[in-house]
């Protein structure tokens, strides 16, 4: 019995179905990875349930509560300069909503001396003026960076963010727990989830809502616990918002799995689902639920702000949505942007001149751009 076991376990290492995740690792994913390395990003096909309903044509602004959606914010050890210019060319209508969520992919050890990939550890210099300006409500710790520093790093990261008036989603909370916040007089229901913490086991305190988001798996206790907690946060609140890092780094866009579960929740309750990890930007969909919601998923928003090199991963977008209660996404309207390395700056994408960008800003966020 133990060599059959034995036998099932090197076979699914050899040709297991992908999950990139190092937890579901297979040898058929080194050269998948070493392509796009190599090559550039893939563009995977998300499959026939990928829904061509057209985007939200309202303002966000119009609608009763306004949301801004950012990606991920790496630490880049070598950013030069203090962070002054940053963000001079934002628009200002960004910092403005009435509530903005990103995903902080880097955990602050006051102990241990800043570190980039792949074992990151960020300092309380850079969170001031990288994270800080930006005026977050609400910040995802659930990622696969999480617990590069171990339990220690992560609960001192979630100190840190809670201690600056900033909601901290994924750990800290207990198992699938999520946050209510009030933001415009409507009562807003957070959450955030991680496919993997690069191996790292969670330790029971805090606690990280890791799931296999992108196994091709339908069901399991820990999906059986998703649906639950979904359920609770609609009953507690007017608008759901869940945090996702999943997919697959430097592809272009979903994978089927991905398309089939954001359905899933958007139809259990979710009214946008926030995506990252890819480190590029990804389509969004909008799918209207069965109790007349239109839902938005926005499967990867790319990279905030980081030290990578390629190009493609230095396209961005800042999102703005309109939520109203019962009703879902009123409006959407997108910035794109470029990470400049040699500011730093964030600075607003061009018109054609800079086509080479453009390339890598999805169809869907084009349609729905600011200008």
Same mark, same amino acid.
């Given at each position: 019995?133990r060599?059959?076991?034995?036998?099932?376990?090197?076979?699914?290492?050899?040709?297991?179905?992908?999950?990139?995740?190092?937890?579901?690792?297979?040898?058929?994913?080194?050269?998948?990875?070493?392509?796009?390395?190599?090559?550039?990003?893939?563009?995977?096909?998300?499959?026939?349930?990928?829904?061509k309903?057209?985007?939200?044509?309202?303002?966000?602004?119009?609608?009763?509560?306004?949301?801004?959606?950012?990606?991920?914010?790496?630490?880049?050890?070598?950013?030069?300069?203090?962070?002054?210019?940053?963000?001079?060319?934002?628009?200002?209508?960004?910092?403005?909503?009435?509530?903005?969520?990103?995903?902080?992919?880097?955990?602050?050890?006051?102990?241990?001396?800043?570190?980039?990939?792949?074992?990151?550890?960020?300092?309380?210099?850079?969170?001031?003026?990288?994270?800080?300006?930006?005026?977050?409500h609400?910040?995802?710790?659930?990622?696969?960076?999480?617990?590069?520093?171990?339990?220690?790093?992560?609960?001192?990261?979630?100190?840190?963010?809670?201690?600056?008036?900033?909601?901290?989603l994924?750990?800290?909370?207990?198992?699938?727990?999520?946050?209510?916040?009030?933001?415009?007089?409507?009562?807003?229901?957070?959450?955030?989830?991680?496919?993997?913490?690069?191996?790292?086991?969670?330790?029971?305190?805090?606690?990280?809502?890791?799931?296999?988001?992108?196994?091709?798996?339908? #069901?399991? &206790?820990? *999906? =059986?616990?998703?649906?639950?907690?979904?359920?609770?946060?609609?009953? /507690?609140?007017?608008? !759901? @918002?869940?945090?996702?890092?999943?997919?697959?780094?430097? #592809?272009? &866009?979903? *994978? =089927?799995?991905?398309?089939?579960?954001?359905?899933?929740?958007?139809? /259990?309750?979710?009214? !946008? @689902?926030?995506?990252?990890?890819?480190?590029?930007?990804?389509?969004?969909?909008?799918? =209207?639920a069965?109790?007349?919601r239109?839902?938005?998923?926005?499967?990867?928003?790319?990279?905030?702000?980081?030290?990578?090199?390629?190009?493609?991963?230095?396209?961005?977008?800042?999102?703005q949505?309109?939520l109203?209660?019962?009703?879902?996404?009123?409006?959407?309207q997108?910035?794109p942007?470029?990470?400049?390395?040699?500011?730093?700056?964030?600075?607003?994408?061009?018109?054609?001149?800079?086509?080479?960008?453009?390339?890598?800003?999805?169809?869907?966020?084009?349609?729905?751009?600011?200008?």
């Amino acid at each position: 019995m133990r060599r059959a076991g034995r036998a099932k376990s090197i076979r699914e290492f050899v040709t297991g179905p992908p999950a990139g995740s190092v937890e579901d690792f297979a040898l058929r994913d080194i050269p998948l990875y070493a392509r796009k390395l190599l090559l550039g990003p893939i563009t995977p096909h998300p499959g026939g349930e990928f829904s061509k309903t057209p985007l939200p044509e309202g303002k966000p602004r119009d609608a009763p509560l306004t949301v801004t959606l950012l990606g991920d914010i790496m630490f880049w050890r070598r950013m030069p300069g203090d962070g002054a210019g940053l963000y001079e060319k934002l628009p200002p209508a960004l910092l403005r909503s009435d509530l903005t969520l990103a995903n902080l992919e880097f955990p602050v050890h006051p102990d241990v001396r800043p570190r980039g990939f792949p074992r990151f550890n960020g300092t309380h210099e850079y969170f001031r003026r990288v994270v800080l300006p930006l005026q977050p409500h609400a910040l995802s710790v659930a990622n696969n960076h999480c617990l590069d520093q171990g339990g220690e790093g992560l609960q001192s990261t979630i100190e840190l963010v809670e201690c600056a008036g900033i909601a901290a989603l994924g750990a800290g909370q207990g198992r699938h727990r999520f946050r209510l916040l009030e933001a415009a007089g409507t009562r807003v229901a957070l959450a955030a989830f991680t496919y993997s913490t690069n191996g790292h086991s969670p330790p029971r305190h805090p606690a990280v809502n890791r799931l296999r988001l992108n196994a091709p798996q339908e #069901e399991g &206790a820990d *999906r =059986q616990e998703l649906w639950t907690t979904v359920a609770e946060m609609r009953r /507690a609140a007017d608008s !759901v @918002i869940v945090s996702l890092h999943w997919g697959f780094e430097f #592809e272009l &866009a979903p *994978r =089927q799995q991905q398309v089939h579960l954001a359905h899933r929740l958007l139809e /259990a309750g979710v009214d !946008v @689902i926030a995506g990252h990890h890819p480190h590029v930007l990804q389509p969004v969909e909008r799918y =209207q639920a069965g109790d007349g919601r239109s839902c938005l998923c926005f499967y990867s928003l790319g990279n905030w702000t980081s030290g990578m090199l390629p190009r493609c991963t230095r396209v961005t977008a800042a999102v703005q949505v309109g939520l109203a209660p019962g009703a879902g996404c009123t409006g959407l309207q997108a910035h794109p942007l470029y990470f400049d390395r040699r500011g730093p700056r964030l600075r607003p994408l061009a018109g054609p001149e800079e086509h080479r960008l453009w390339r890598w800003v999805p169809r869907s966020l084009q349609s729905v751009s600011a200008g």
